[in-house]
């Protein structure tokens, strides 16, 4: 039977396989024997064409079906792998032997072949197949052995949950329903038990009220009950309830009705007792029913009725301290109305620091503001009675019509152009002096004076007295840190007082200040007075002590210090921002007007007749002028910093670091605001007086020093030569020049230059820097040096073709000689200079042409005697830059060599000593370049020790020039050619020198 069924199997495979090799395509070949195409590319395999039997289960032919189909372009896939391309794959690409047309035995043996490997690949692919199938079904049965465990564990699991589960959960769920059923019993025996209690508490209440007000009349007990009773919640006291329980014989009424009822007696009972023990001025009865009105539930009304009894107490003091005022008291103190308000303010805040703690405690926090409130109405009433008579007595409105009427006709006639016929009256003349009191007649100054005084001191207790409020009324719950933040409340911002302040204080403050200001800068310039004593003799000495400036300085920086004083102590933003622009505005039109019309039209050092030096009188008013704005710049300096950088002390004496206008101005922003305004006018009244200081400097030069430096330069090189043409000539004296032997009448020959220069230059400067300021001094000096540099820069150009090698010595002996007199440098600042200075500013302005016309000055550099007689070493420096001219190495053996022939302690041997530190690299470098200078300038090669001096005067002078720019700032760099003439005559040696050295 097996046997039987292995051969059907058998048959049936081989029958499948049949038709799916039937299946695959036709084998296309080209047309023989002269058969048609059509019928070449149709033919198929013969019938009797056979491949060996395989055994494949029928089932699993579908898979080679599905492996015959999943080839694609010659490449096949079996189990999802690539296998590579086989005969039948390619038979595409090439067409494969044929052998119904064969036409040799070759080609029928080809064709055999290519068959049997088709054989031979199929037959691997199905032995594949047979042996995963295996795998497969082992697994399919292990997972329906798996699938019928698991059905029958469900089913278990079903069983026991629907057999012994099943009681237990009806069990728990009738519990937790009986629980449930249980709490709230409990809970609505709990609310009736509290509501029983809160309606049996609510009878003792009303028993105990209507008790205590009928009988023995205790109304501390029967406000105490109406206070237990405003507990209890009003469903409670409003229900039915409470409605049939609560009402007796003896009070047939509703809780609630009875309640009310007592509540009302008792409010209108305990008002007349409170307005009788006001009557009677019993502190103890208004205290004790004061605290009895919130029990009641009636807190606005005790705090209302509070509020109007304190509010007698400060309209009674008020006109008392009003009335103290008559029989022309007012007149005589006239501080009666600042201190009028400084009491009503002070009253209010000793009732709010004495009644605050009552009220919060009674009533309740923050329900001290309503009686604030209640009291700044009062403050607004009594404030505004208080200024409206001051106004009254002290004619502000008319005082206010005379300012603005008043024409500043001093003023006004001193910026008019200056008639013909005469010019602007001077200051000290009488026509001024009687028009003085004419002018005065309007307006008089110690009144305003007075009023400003006065209303400076309203706006600083107004100041306080807002500050204090807003810190009581301040919401409990910020942080303490918060005062130097405070916010005004908006009562007291919208206040009626808080308006008539700034309509009849702040207004008027600001009108009459600037009045004020002007007025008194009209009266220093009226009354100004120049300084005594001053002369431009230098042989005479001054009478008068620096700063030699007008009386008008003085006192107009005292009124400009009263009025910033008298502004920041008000407190009061608005009086700042207003009075302190106008200051500036003041400053900048009047005073610096002034300074600058006298100026141009009194004292302009203008010279009589061309050629000629401007009057001695006139020069020196001039250089007051000059000193007046520089001290008043400096004036007006030190009272802004000494106002925005002032420190306060602490409460209780314990300092702290707050700042001055933070105290003054603690509200939001108000200080940083301040600062700012009083930190702009010194910025705007320094550069309008920068501006002019500037102008009168430029004056001062072109008028009165510019045309004398000329002649002084002149003077200073008359009959003085640059070519020596033999030893026996003065010029050649600097050779045989020995520092200690100065009685040599050729050393004084030859230093004629320096001691001619310094002479004229000491009666050109010395008298103006007597009367000059400091400051102002060296702006002028600054201006002179420049002019002063290119002066000699072009002397130097000037001497082009008549300098030989020792004249060139000697040329720079000079100027180094002049520079150093000129920058007068004291020996702490060469031993600054020493430890580095700002040395590495200086800049090398020289262009390479103006390089190249430096070195074509010497005379000499054209003779060819020089180039036959120099060394090859030599000739070699002319092609290196000045760096390179002599190693470290070299500078100290020759200056080991000549140290010891100089004396001890001398500049020479100091400045030696500094070369030799390694550091010191800039200095180095110069002293190759001088040292090369004079091997080159001297071909004869005398002793080193006779050419010292000619070294420490260009090294002295080298650090003069480096100076300038320690000393002065970097202006000399930028605006004069200063370095441009010392490194003309510096670079005689012939060297290239590199900018990035400096």
């Given at each position: 039977m097996n046997e039987d069924e292995d051969n059907e199997s058998e048959n049936d495979s081989q029958k499948e396989l049949k038709r799916q090799f039937d299946r695959l395509p036709y084998i296309s070949v080209r047309p023989m024997n002269g058969l048609p195409h059509n019928e070449a590319a149709r033919t198929t395999v013969p019938d009797d064409f056979r491949l060996q039997p395989v055994n494949i289960p029928p089932r699993d032919v579908r898979h080679v079906h599905e492996e015959e189909m999943s080839k694609v372009n010659g490449v096949s896939t079996i189990n999802g792998h690539v296998e590579p391309s086989s005969p039948i794959a390619t038979a595409g690409t090439s067409s494969p032997p044929d052998v119904f047309n064969a036409s040799s035995v070759a080609e029928i043996k080809a064709a055999l072949s290519h068959l049997q490997d088709q054989e031979a690949a199929v037959t691997a692919r199905l032995d594949a197949l047979v042996a995963s199938q295996k795998d497969f079904s082992r697994e399919l049965g292990r997972l329906d052995l798996l699938r019928a465990h698991l059905s029958s564990q469900a089913s278990t699991t079903r069983t026991i949950s629907h057999g012994m589960l099943s009681g237990a959960a009806a069990t728990a769920d009738r519990i937790s329903s009986a629980v449930r059923r249980l709490d709230l019993e409990q809970s609505r025996v709990k609310a009736t038990l509290e509501v029983v209690e809160q309606v049996a508490e609510l009878k003792a209440c009303v028993l105990g009220v209507t008790g205590s007000m009928e009988g023995p009349q205790d109304w501390e007990t029967a406000a105490s009950y109406l206070n237990r009773a405003s507990k209890i919640p009003p469903e409670v006291v409003n229900g039915a309830f409470a409605a049939q329980i609560v009402p007796t014989a003896?009070?047939?009424?509703?809780?609630?009705?009875?309640?009310?009822?007592?509540?009302?007696?008792?409010?209108?009972?305990?008002?007349?007792?409170?307005?009788?023990?006001?009557?009677?001025?019993?502190?103890?009865?208004?205290?004790?029913?004061?605290?009895?009105?919130?029990?009641?539930?009636?807190?606005?009304?005790?705090?209302?009725?509070y509020g109007r009894y304190v509010c007698q107490g400060v309209a009674s003091r008020a006109r008392s301290n009003l009335n103290a005022g008559t029989g022309g008291a007012q007149g005589k103190d006239g501080y009666f109305y600042a201190n009028a308000l400084t009491k009503l303010f002070e009253h209010i805040a000793q009732i709010i620091d004495g009644h605050g703690e009552l009220v919060e405690r009674h009533y309740g926090s923050g329900k001290m503001t309503r009686v604030i409130e209640r009291l700044q109405v009062e403050a607004d009433v009594q404030g505004g009675i208080i200024i409206d008579t001051w106004s009254d007595e002290r004619h502000v409105d008319r005082k206010l019509k005379d300012i603005k009427s008043y024409a500043f006709t001093f003023l006004v006639q001193s910026f008019l152009p200056a008639q013909r016929g005469g010019g602007t009256p001077r200051a000290t003349s009488p026509a001024s002096k009687d028009a003085a009191p004419?002018?005065?007649?309007?307006?008089?100054?110690?009144?305003?004076?007075?009023?400003?005084?006065?209303?400076?001191?309203?706006?600083?207790?107004?100041?306080?007295?807002?500050?204090?409020?807003?810190?009581?009324?301040?919401?409990?719950?910020?942080?303490?840190?918060?005062?130097?933040?405070?916010?005004?409340?908006?009562?007291?911002?919208?206040?009626?007082?808080?308006?008539?302040?700034?309509?009849?204080?702040?207004?008027?403050?600001?009108?009459?200040?600037?009045?004020?200001?002007?007025?008194?800068?009209?009266?220093?310039?009226?009354?100004?007075?120049?300084?005594?004593?001053?002369?431009?003799?230098?042989?005479?000495?001054?009478?008068?002590?620096?700063?030699?400036?007008?009386?008008?300085?003085?006192?107009?920086?005292?009124?400009?210090?009263?009025?910033?004083?008298?502004?920041?102590?008000?407190?009061?933003?608005?009086?700042?921002?207003?009075v302190v622009p106008t200051l500036a505005r003041v400053l900048g039109s009047d005073f610096i007007g002034m300074i600058q019309r006298k100026m141009r039209d009194e004292y302009y050092p203008k010279p009589p007749v061309q050629g000629a030096q401007p009057p001695e009188q006139t020069v020196i008013a001039f250089l007051v002028l000059i000193n007046n704005l520089d001290v008043a710049v400096d004036y007006i300096r030190r009272i802004v910093q000494g106002h925005v950088e002032k420190k306060s002390a602490g409460v209780d004496d314990a300092s702290e670091d707050d700042s001055g206008l933070q105290a003054l101005f603690p509200v939001s922003d108000d200080a940083a605001v301040v600062a700012q305004t009083l930190k702009s006018l010194s910025t705007s009244f320094e550069s309008k007086a920068n501006d002019l200081l500037s102008d009168g400097i430029q004056v001062v030069f072109n008028n009165v020093v510019k045309n004398r430096l000329r002649p002084i330069l002149a003077d200073a090189f008359r009959d003085i030569e640059y070519q020596p043409r033999d030893h026996n000539d003065p010029t050649s004296t600097y050779q045989s020049y020995d520092p200690d032997e100065d009685e040599d009448e050729d050393a004084r020959r030859a230093e004629l230059v320096r001691p001619r220069f310094a002479t004229a230059w000491g009666e050109l400067l010395l008298p103006i820097s007597r009367i000059l300021t400091a400051a102002t001094f060296d702006r002028l000096l600054t201006v002179t040096v420049a002019y002063l540099a290119r002066l000699l820069e072009k002397r130097l150009w000037s001497y082009h073709g008549r300098v030989n090698a020792l004249g060139a010595i000697r040329l720079e002996r000079d100027i180094s000689g002049i520079i150093a007199m000129v920058m007068a440098m004291e020996e702490d600042e060469w031993e600054e200079l020493a430890r580095g200075g700002e040395s590495a500013a200086v800049v090398d302005k020289l262009s390479p042409e103006e390089r190249a016309r430096a070195r074509a000055m010497d005379m000499g550099r054209k003779e060819k005697k020089r180039e036959r007689t120099l060394p090859n070493d030599l000739k070699l420096l002319y092609l290196l830059p000045f760096s390179f001219i002599l190693t470290y190495a070299a500078q100290q053996q020759w200056l080991a060599e000549t140290t010891s022939s100089l004396p001890e302690g001398s500049f020479a041997l100091r400045t030696k000593q500094r070369l030799l530190q390694p550091d010191d690299f800039l200095m180095r470098l110069h002293f190759g370049k001088l040292l090369c200078t004079e091997v080159l300038s001297n071909e004869s090669r005398p002793p080193l020790e006779r050419r010292i001096p000619g070294f420490s005067t260009l090294i002295h002078c080298y650090c003069l020039v480096l100076r300038v720019r320690v000393i002065n700032g970097s202006f000399l760099w930028k605006e004069t050619s200063l370095a441009s003439f010392f490194f003309v005559w510096a670079s005689f040696a012939y060297f290239q020198k590199k900018a990035s050295y400096y």
């Open positions: 003896e009070v047939p009424d509703p809780p609630n009705v009875t309640l009310n009822n007592a509540a009302e007696s008792l409010c209108g009972l305990f008002l007349r007792e409170f307005d009788k023990a006001v009557k009677e001025n019993n502190s103890a009865k208004i205290t004790r029913f004061f605290k009895l009105f919130p029990l009641i539930g009636r807190s606005e009304v005790g705090l209302d009725v004419a002018e005065d007649e309007g307006v008089d100054m110690k009144e305003v004076d007075g009023i400003l005084n006065e209303m400076a001191v309203m706006l600083g207790r107004w100041s306080l007295y807002c500050r204090f409020l807003a810190d009581k009324c301040r919401p409990p719950e910020e942080d303490e840190d918060a005062e130097i933040h405070l916010i005004l409340p908006d009562f007291l911002v919208e206040s009626a007082l808080a308006k008539k302040i700034n309509d009849r204080l702040i207004t008027p403050f600001n009108a009459m200040t600037t009045f004020f200001l002007r007025r008194s800068v009209e009266k220093a310039f009226q009354l100004d007075e120049q300084p005594s004593g001053l002369t431009l003799n230098p042989h005479k000495p001054l009478n008068a002590e620096p700063p030699h400036i007008t009386s008008a300085v003085d006192d107009i920086m005292y009124i400009v210090n009263k009025v910033l004083q008298q502004s920041i102590a008000t407190s009061q933003r608005a009086v700042v921002t207003s």
